[in-house]
Structures are given as structure tokens and as C-alpha cells.
């Protein structure tokens, strides 16, 4: 498969690192996809950076658009260090810190994807608080895995549930990636 020449560099990153949970390519499509659709001034929130790879997708979704602010946290120094390494626009913005303390300083946007536990499994409220009306939210690998602890599947029902029962928000699920959940947020 021929890949974008971002998301060519952060494989060969994750690669090097050994760094094993980066977005897949599905979730990555999707992404982009809904990068391109973010009005113009937008801004975006990815959750857990990794080593750039889902950053890399939602880069490549918005081309050559200059008019787009696009956040991404990771709590790992080392991992953040790895994705600083990357050739990133002047409008990508990598932060590491804990999602928790800095998500109230950061504002509101219009597409969130919340790639690690803080902001998914541990304050999910904040996240979708920070969504701005008609913003798109992208939470992923909510498939439970039998070779992973038990109370990891729980988190994930939880935010499953919560997800697909919040009253703010029009949600689609979609199985055949790593269970995604696609939410809208009302006006």
C-alpha cells in the first residue's frame, strides 16, 4: 500500500521505537477524511500522540490548507520526543503534558480524537465538552480484546455506553475498524 509521505515517516518512527499502538490505517483514513471537512479557522485535538502517526493522517486530510490549528497532546516524554522528530506544518502544535490538567486551557475544537485512556476512559466528559457544536469526535479501538486486562474492557463499555447514551451527541458505530465511535455534537 502506497502511503501518504507523512504517515510513511511516522511508520518508519513507530518502526525504529518499537512503538506498537499507533492509530491504524482504517481509524488513519477516517481521520483524514474528517480533517478535510474541518470549517475553515477550525481546530483539532488529538489525545495521546504517540510517535505522530494518527497526526500524520489528519495532516495529510487537510492538504495544503494553512487555516487550521491542530493540537496534539502526549503525556510520554520519550514518545513526544520521537514525534517532535517529524517534519510537522506551522500549524501542528505538540504538547507533552497530562490531557487531564491542560484540556480547560486549551479551548474548544471542532474534531477530537481521543487516541489514549485520559480523555476516553478518564475524562470523557471534558473531552466532549470541549467539542464545539456540530464538532465530530473519533474514539477508537473499543473492540475488547480477551488477551488484555479485564478492567480495560470495562473501561471500554463504559465509554462505549456513555458515548452511545449522551444526550449532546448523534453517534455511529462502526465495528469493522477497531470499533469506532463517530459522534456529532448538537447545536
Not at 506551522?90 to 491542560?102: A, F, K, M, R
Given at each position: 500500500?502506497?502511503?501518504?509521505?507523512?504517515?510513511?515517516?511516522?511508520?518508519?518512527?513507530?518502526?525504529?521505537?518499537?512503538?506498537?499502538?499507533?492509530?491504524?490505517?482504517?481509524?488513519?483514513?477516517?481521520?483524514?477524511?474528517?480533517?478535510?471537512?474541518?470549517?475553515?479557522?477550525?481546530?483539532?485535538?488529538?489525545?495521546?500522540?504517540?510517535?505522530?502517526?494518527?497526526?500524520?493522517?489528519?495532516?495529510?486530510?487537510?492538504?495544503?490548507?494553512?487555516?487550521?490549528?491542530?493540537?496534539?497532546?502526549?503525556?510520554d516524554a520519550s514518545s513526544?520526543?520521537?514525534?517532535?522528530g517529524g517534519a510537522w506544518?506551522?500549524?501542528?502544535?505538540?504538547?507533552?503534558?497530562?490531557?487531564?490538567?491542560?484540556?480547560?486551557?486549551?479551548?474548544?475544537?471542532?474534531?477530537?480524537?481521543?487516541?489514549?485512556p485520559a480523555g476516553k476512559?478518564?475524562?470523557?466528559?471534558?473531552?466532549?465538552?470541549?467539542?464545539?457544536?456540530?464538532?465530530?469526535?473519533?474514539?477508537?479501538?473499543?473492540?475488547?480484546?480477551?488477551?488484555?486486562?479485564?478492567?480495560?474492557?470495562?473501561?471500554?463499555?463504559?465509554?462505549?455506553?456513555?458515548?452511545?447514551?449522551?444526550?449532546?451527541?448523534?453517534?455511529?458505530?462502526?465495528?469493522?475498524?477497531?470499533?469506532?465511535?463517530?459522534?456529532?455534537?448538537?447545536?
Open positions: 500500500m502506497n502511503y501518504p509521505a507523512g504517515v510513511s515517516a511516522a511508520r518508519q518512527r513507530a518502526a525504529r521505537a518499537g512503538f506498537e499502538h499507533s492509530c491504524d490505517d482504517g481509524t488513519g483514513r477516517l481521520l483524514a477524511v474528517l480533517a478535510a471537512a474541518v470549517p475553515e479557522g477550525g481546530r483539532i485535538l488529538e489525545i495521546g500522540t504517540g510517535v505522530g502517526m494518527g497526526c500524520a493522517w489528519m495532516v495529510h486530510g487537510l492538504g495544503s490548507r494553512m487555516d487550521v490549528e491542530l493540537v496534539t497532546v502526549e503525556f513526544a520526543a520521537i514525534a517532535a506544518p506551522t500549524y501542528v502544535q505538540l504538547i507533552c503534558g497530562d490531557i487531564n490538567e491542560l484540556i480547560p486551557t486549551l479551548g474548544t475544537f471542532d474534531l477530537i480524537f481521543p487516541d489514549a476512559w478518564t475524562g470523557l466528559d471534558r473531552t466532549i465538552s470541549s467539542l464545539r457544536p456540530r464538532g465530530v469526535l473519533v474514539v477508537d479501538d473499543l473492540i475488547p480484546k480477551p488477551d488484555q486486562p479485564e478492567e480495560w474492557n470495562r473501561y471500554l463499555a463504559r465509554t462505549q455506553e456513555k458515548l452511545l447514551s449522551h444526550p449532546d451527541l448523534v453517534t455511529v458505530e462502526i465495528a469493522d475498524l477497531t470499533g469506532v465511535i463517530v459522534a456529532a455534537k448538537l447545536a
